[in-house]
């Protein structure tokens, strides 16, 4: 009787471990259900653009479509470097994106080194100032911006969004740099003084080095920001042969002469890629980049 | 911001004081000129324009005190614009936060395969505004497009819908597109503040036997507080001042039915040609962005609070 009895106890503690552990196996997968789900939200339809890309017209156009292409081409990306004149305008956004960073990096970077080791009044009210710079809607500044560069003869250049880009790019730079040099000990320039460097080799020799890391993560945001940039470059800029990426590529939209989806796919991929790229080789520079970026702005 | 943790007043160890403030004011000089010229400057100038009316051709302009802000408030179209700004700021914030709490912590979880899942669930925010804007052009196309041939085949629908053709649904898309875009950001700013969460308060609390909601409740959440209040306001400012992802997606059309305020800003200056309106749009604009920052910042100041 006592035995039965304990033998029931034990059935019953055995089957309630096994329910415990099938609740907690089922807690398990439909925890891995949801990674799967918010994964293929998120790539999916990138995921659809690239297919796309590397489809004949003959399947994007097909009634039953494919995930998987049957004649991968590379047909589309022939036409939108051959016919159009994307080329050009990656051309273009490659070299003032470049020369951007550059800009923005090196007056940043002194800028905020002097904000950081230099404690005057008016520097807090600069910060403030940059600050303010940097929240402002760029379609508030456009209109006023393409007065100005009216009045100084540069729209339609260049020249002209090289200085809007590099003006508006600034106080990113500055808010992201200035954390970062106050995070490096000032005792390293200051034995860099006593062994015989001026203020500026220690800065230049010194401290540019360490700082490293953050200029990288601002060059890289600031490089994407710029490659992408599209309301300056589709108002400050009208000639077709001197249009940036974004910009040019969203005239394809407003023209129904080109609308082939596998033509404007590949273009997509192009844009992306070398964002694409740098993500997945400096991950780390760059979501650093957006953090800082993101939470001093 | 904190503050600097040494002194500058250090280096005057050096006997460089006079020379130092001329190096800084030469360092600092090149930027501020850029900043004043290409930001600070347009902004008052747009201000300014704000009362004037101003020839399109030739860009003259003559003083017509609030004639503007008359005119653009007597106008439908700024109250719906307005009105469209608000819901699309308020409806893609709350469910990229609703989304973005629930991934974060999915991806907090010590699952298999949670670093490449990392990596991928932040690719949206990789995609640039113009690939966005053709990627769901595409996906959405009434022809060809993905989405209507899906409910086609699952029978939910007989004929394909022209989504981005109705005011309403392409409202509804361009929603659904930021959603997507920017629910990543959130993700990224939240994990990085869970992966700090003291584990010793969760633990005790499970000692407790407090419930998994119970600890999220009641530890978590509070710690993650700060942090979801900026990256709100960060998100709310630049939801309300998105130009790129709103305008091409369907270039604020159909029948002004996409035309939020930046949008209608833009509509206003180069196809209406009416400059000085626009230019009290993006006055009105300004105001209502520093209203929306004053409020998070009391907000932010308060849950920092709490938590100390």
Redesign the interface.
Known sequence: MSSSFSGASQTLFTSSAILLRLRRDLH?LI??L??IL??T???L??L??FI?SIKPDSE??AFT?TFIPLHPTLQNYVTLFKVTRFGTWMKNSALLATETTIAVLA??A??A????????RY?EL??R??L??Y???????V???F??L?HMKLVNSHIGLF??Y???R??VG?WMLR?YF?GI??ALE?AA??DGAT??QAFYKVILPQAFPGLMSTGIFVFSVT??E??FAS?LIFSASKQM??AG??TF??EDWIYS?GV??A??VM??LP??LF?AFL?RYL?AG??TG???? | ??K????????SR?S?AV???W??VL??S???L??L???????I??LY?SFFRIEAAT?KMHFNGITNYVWLLKKPLFWQSLLRSLIWVISTTVVQFILGIG?SL??H?E?R??NL?R?????????????L???????L?PT?G?FN?MLMDFGLIHRPISFLGNPHLALLFVIIAGI?KYT??VV??LL?RLQVVPVELEEAAKLDGASGWQIFRHITLPWLMPVIV??LL?RT?WT??Q??IVY?FV?GGPLFGTTTL?VL??YL??DAQQ?GP??AT?AL??LL?LAV?WGYFSWYERAEKRLS
Do not use: N
Not at chain 1, 113 to 120: E, I, K, Q, T, V
Not at chain 2, 133 to 139: E, Q, Y
């Open positions: 398990r925890l891995y949801l990674l918010a994964v939200w998120a790539i339809p990138l659809w653009v796309s994007t156009y479509q007056l940043s002194t800028a080194y002097a904000m950081s080791r230099f404690r005057y520097f600069l910060g100032m940059t303010m710079a929240m402002m809607p760029p379609i508030v500044l209109i006023p911006l007065f100005l009216f200085l809007v590099t003006g508006t600034v106080p500055l954390s106050q000990p000032v200051e003084m006593t203020r500026f490659w992408q599209f309301l108002i990426l974004s590529v969203a939209l407003s989806w404007l796919m273009a997509g844009i992306s964002l694409v993500y991950q979501i957006w953090g993101a939470v001093k702005g | 911001m904190s600097p943790s040494v002194q500058p007043q250090a280096s050096f460089f020379s130092d403030f190096l800084a360092m600092v090149p930027a501020l850029l900043v010229i290409f930001a600070i400057l347009p902004m100038q747009g324009a860009l991934i999915l991806l979880q699952l395969g949670r899942a990596g991928m669930v932040l690719f949206p925010y990789l995609v640039p505004a113009v690939v804007s053709l990627t769901w052009r595409f996906i196309d060809m993905v041939r997507w990543p950001f990224l700013m990085a900026v990256t960060l400012i309300f001042r130009f790129d091409l270039f930046p800003i833009h200056a180069f400059l626009a230019a993006s604009m300004l962005l920052s």
